[in-house]
């Protein structure tokens, strides 16, 4: 982001909301920064703008959902983000994330399977001046080969096992985020390579998400 977003009306409750993640217990300085910055009314239904900085999760449309802000920060804590890193997002979604991933790393490609919501995570993401955003219409269980590879990774999506292309497309020494397990409940899951190519996962914390569709998701 370069941009920095004006001073609004919801400046006061976004301070507030950062306490409430900084006590949930996340504590990397330049998350938390993100969640001070990023303008979450802009990301939510606007009927539902005055819920938009309760740290909870928000029902967007076409049957998706945004997670609590602190869920959002948990994970790209997880990823020790240095601020230069390209990123893949898989499930664009209302687009926060890829705006709080925007803030704390380099360049972020995210990849949503539904156009609607593309188009709204662009619209808002433009309106909060994020511009290191590139957004691809698409099956993310694919990856995004042409921007590959990338040090880092987030599936938004709950998953049966790692697409394989992602693994693919992870840099080595790469970090990649994901709810692994079956529709009802997954773990929270972090794949780190090593710069030889050895996998190493680390299950985080139990999580519910949508399940992630596509050819190597549920539907493959
Ligand atoms: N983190 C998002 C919420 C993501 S919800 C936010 O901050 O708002 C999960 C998203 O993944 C949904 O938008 C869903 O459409 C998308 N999705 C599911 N399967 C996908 C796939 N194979 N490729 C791309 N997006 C997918």
Redesign the pocket.
Known sequence: MTRKPERDSYAGYRARLVEAVRSAGIRDMAVLHAVGEVPRHL?VPEALRGQAYEDTSLP?G?G????APST?ARAIEALKLTGREKVLE????????TALLALTAGQVFS????KT?ADRARTSLGAAGVNNVSILV????LGWRAFAPFQAMVV??ASPDVPAPLLEQLAPGGRLLIPLGPRDAQVLTLVTVSDRGVQHRAPLSEAR??P???TH?FDG
């Open positions: 990301f967007i076409n998706q959902t945004i997670s959002h898989v499930g664009t979604g209302s687009g926060y994330q990849v949503e399977r539904v919501l698409g099956d993310g269980t938004a999506a998400f949508v992630l569709r596509g998701g």
